[in-house]
Structure formats: structure tokens, C-alpha cells
């Protein structure tokens, strides 16, 4: 089986790569190697995934993959977006963010919580041109925590179709509906076909 790296060090993340793609390939992730964090210095979701795949597959000399991702929330013009992993502070810590934004929030009535996941899915190979693939689902903040499955904002991420937070639904479910499950389907044939190259 062949390896593709992922770059990143996110868990719930390669959680989720390993559960969509260990069929196929043999998933790898920065936790696998001893290396340093990738600045994220970009304005957008694309260039933040193509600089950390780039710095990878060129570290390695291979093709690497890398997913960018976040939340948009349209009552706080579109933030915390590229700033998600670090909204409450430089420590990522999922739980400080989240109170922050429902902080954030407070008094904002249901029809006005509407959000995004985003992810992007960043695809480099040495001496190519770096190609990215973007995937997005659409839900309302809910005011409260619920659920325990995912990472991230999936707790207070509502699917008014479930009538569930994406924390309440298994993995299959959220792979099948979410943000990267979505680029990943758009990737992955392009991973396929340039590592058969
Ligand atoms: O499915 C998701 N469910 C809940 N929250 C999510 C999801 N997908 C992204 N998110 C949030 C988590 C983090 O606050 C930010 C990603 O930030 P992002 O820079 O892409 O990832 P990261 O720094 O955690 O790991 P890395 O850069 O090593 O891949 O968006
Ligand atoms: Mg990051």
C-alpha cells in the first residue's frame, strides 16, 4: 500500500483522514515524524493548506497533502475563518474557543447564527504546481455544547437537517456530509492518479 503524508498535526483530523482513506492508502501525519509547526501566515484557507504541503512534500521530496480548515460565521463577518485554531489565543485549545464564540454570539437570535466549515485540501508535489480542492457545509451555531464525537466546533456546529450538532453524529455520518469529507472526494482522484505518475 502507498503512503500519502498529510500534513498536519491536528488529531481530530488525521482521525478522520485515516477513517476515509486507510482503504486505500497508508496515512501519515506530521505526529509520525519529529517536525516543527508550519507557519500559517496566509489570508486564505488556500494558501495557508499550499504553504503547509508545499513545506512538506519539499522536506520529504515527495507529494504531500495538507487541510486547511475553519469556521465562518456570517453575524461576525465571516471570522474567525483562517484564524479558527487560534481565535481565543496562540494555545489552540478547542473548549477556549468555543466559549469565545458563544460569547461572541450572545443575544444573536437562531436566524442569524448561520455558518460554514470550510476545508480546503492542498495537494504539492516537488516541482509542480500545487493544486487545492475546497469543500464546504453549512450549519447554525447552537448556544449550547452537544454532543461528544469530532473536534474542533463540531459541539456547537447545529445541522438543522439532523437536528443534531455535528458532535452528535458518528463518524461516517460527518464524513459523508462534512467540509472535508466533501474535498477530500474532490482530491482524492488527483492524489491517485499523480502518485501512479
Ligand atoms: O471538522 C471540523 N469540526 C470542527 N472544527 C473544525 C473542523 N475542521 C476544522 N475545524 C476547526 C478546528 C480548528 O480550530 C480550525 C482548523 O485550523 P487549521 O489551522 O486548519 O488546523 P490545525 O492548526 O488544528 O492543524 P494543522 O494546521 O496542523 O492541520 O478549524
Ligand atoms: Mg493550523
Not at 39 to 60: C, D, L, Q, R
Not at 162 to 187: D, F, P
Request: net charge negative; aromatic share 8%.
Amino acid at each position: 500500500m502507498k503512503t500519502l503524508i498529510i500534513a498536519t498535526k491536528n488529531k481530530g483530523k488525521i482521525a478522520e483522514f485515516n477513517d476515509m482513506l486507510q482503504d486505500r492508502w497508508d496515512v501519515k501525519s506530521l505526529l509520525d515524524y519529529d517536525i516543527a509547526d508550519i507557519p500559517e501566515n496566509g489570508s486564505t484557507f488556500e494558501e495557508n493548506a499550499a504553504a503547509k504541503a508545499e513545506a512538506v512534500a519539499s522536506m520529504f521530496g515527495c507529494m504531500a497533502a495538507a487541510d486547511d480548515s475553519g469556521l465562518e460565521v456570517d453575524a461576525l463577518n465571516q471570522e474567525p475563518g483562517v484564524y479558527s485554531a487560534r481565535y481565543a489565543g496562540p494555545q489552540k485549545n478547542d473548549e477556549e474557543n468555543i466559549n469565545k464564540l458563544l460569547q461572541e454570539l450572545k443575544g444573536v437570535p437562531e436566524e442569524e447564527r448561520t455558518a460554514r466549515f470550510v476545508c480546503v485540501i492542498a495537494v504539492a508535489v516537488p516541482g509542480e504546481k500545487t493544486i487545492t480542492f475546497r469543500g464546504s457545509c453549512d450549519g447554525v451555531i447552537h448556544p449550547v455544547k452537544e454532543g461528544a464525537n469530532g473536534f474542533g466546533y463540531d459541539p456547537v456546529f447545529f445541522l438543522p437537517s439532523y437536528n443534531k450538532t455535528m458532535a452528535q453524529l458518528s463518524s461516517v455520518q460527518k464524513n459523508e456530509i462534512s467540509h472535508r469529507g466533501k474535498a477530500l472526494k474532490l482530491a482524492a482522484d488527483y492524489i491517485s492518479n499523480t502518485m501512479n505518475e
